[in-house]
């Protein structure tokens, strides 16, 4: 496969080497063969999915990006949606694959298996990449040298609007980097395990790596690629925008996630062993913890006492690998004393916040947005 640029027969004075071979038009933006896929998981996101679509197909460098659309089972017009987007497109740059509902684990991981490009990223189904994505992240895989491409991410509303920035790169952090420790610590340190605030060099993933049926996947995944990765490239500005949608996912605590981050700290504790990545990884645990005890608060009154019992468990599975790395203080052991009350005050301030947004009428169910047709 080719990854040169079709140069313009009268711009020859546009091309930029990056690598032996290796050439991209400036003016142009045209490549031979695409350099990046997009997955997108998609369900039942019929007023969005056209306008996720579209702020990728706008795009400079057109030609080096595919999008695989994986829809999962959708009961409304996403498919319909979709094939809509792909006639007006007319370039062949999106695959659409449809499955029965297995959730977004089984539909990303169904979308890495059509992936054939060197990078890889992911899209949600309702979120949008910004104007300057391509234009930021294609000029750094054109020479194949980084592993990763990082951005930060602007958090938006129902119709587009800012509301706030999630900091993956910290201003001053810019630029092509290996991947140490200190990058380690740092993804640790901060924790957005995002996928979608990411481009991937493919070859980091096993087959199929999403966890299926798991919520809180991509925390599972990410300590992972980290380990793997051995350069970055990172970009402060902001290049896609997540939309915050009441009724999402993210914004329900059930029992069931506790469990799964229980799953993930225990994944994360068996790659202690006594190796030098031994820190990474119990912090790795401690994240997913303080998670679990954030979700725990806020599970509704029948399963609290469940997930109060999930808690104490992992309290005592950071106790025990603690020890087992000789690590064992007496600030571990108060720490498992406190755990009760800590929860017991962030439920507490939960309830209280309720009981406002009830009286203040905010309504908290998803709406689902009409299709948009004229998304161009």
Not at 93 to 107: F, K, P, T, Y
Not at 130 to 154: C, H, K, R
Not at 170 to 190: H, I, N, W, Y
Request: with cysteine; hydrophobic share 40%.
């Amino acid at each position: 496969m080719s990854y040169n640029a079709r140069p313009s027969p009268n711009d020859g004075a546009s091309l930029r080497t990056h690598a032996p071979g290796m050439t991209i038009n400036t003016y142009t933006s045209r490549y031979d063969a695409p350099l990046l896929t997009i997955v997108v998981a998609a369900y039942n996101v019929e007023g969005y999915i056209e306008e996720a679509l579209a702020s990728v197909l706008r795009q400079p460098y057109g030609d080096a990006i595919r999008l695989v659309v994986v829809d999962d089972g959708s009961t409304d017009d996403t498919c319909a949606a979709v094939q809509a987007a792909m006639k007006r497109d007319g370039r062949n740059h999106v695959e659409l694959i449809r499955q029965d509902n297995a959730g977004v684990s089984a539909a990303r991981n169904r979308g890495m298996a059509a992936v054939t490009t060197p990078y890889v990223g992911f899209l949600d189904g309702d979120d949008i990449y910004l104007d300057g994505f391509s234009a930021a992240v294609i000029p750094q895989l054109a020479d194949l040298a980084w592993d990763m491409v990082e951005y930060n991410v602007t958090i938006i509303d129902d119709d587009g609007r800012r509301l706030e920035d999630i900091e993956i790169v910290p201003a001053g952090s810019e630029g092509g980097k290996r991947m140490d420790d200190a990058g380690r610590r740092q993804f640790v340190d901060l924790f957005h395990t995002f996928v979608w605030a990411r481009v991937f060099r493919t070859s980091l993933f096993d087959i199929a790596p999403f966890p299926v049926a798991r919520h809180y996947e991509d925390m599972a995944v990410m300590p992972s690629i980290y380990m793997r990765a051995r350069s970055v490239f990172r970009i402060s500005s902001p290049l896609l925008g997540y939309r915050r949608r009441f009724g999402s996912i993210t914004q329900r605590a059930l029992l069931r996630d506790i469990k799964d981050l229980r799953t993930n700290g225990l994944e994360a504790l068996a790659q202690c062993g006594r190796s030098e990545a031994a820190d990474f990884w119990l912090r790795v645990f401690n994240n997913n913890f303080e998670r679990a005890c954030h979700v725990g608060a806020r599970v509704d009154r029948g399963s609290f006492r469940e997930a109060l019992e999930i808690l104490f468990a992992m309290a005592a599975d950071r106790r025990k690998a603690c020890s087992d790395q000789g690590r064992a203080t007496s600030r571990y052991v108060a720490e498992l004393g406190r755990l009760h009350l800590k929860v017991g005050i962030d439920r507490l301030v939960h309830l209280l916040k309720r009981i406002v947004k009830k009286a203040l009428r905010r309504r908290l169910d998803r709406q689902a947005r009409p299709r948009r047709h004229s998304i161009n």
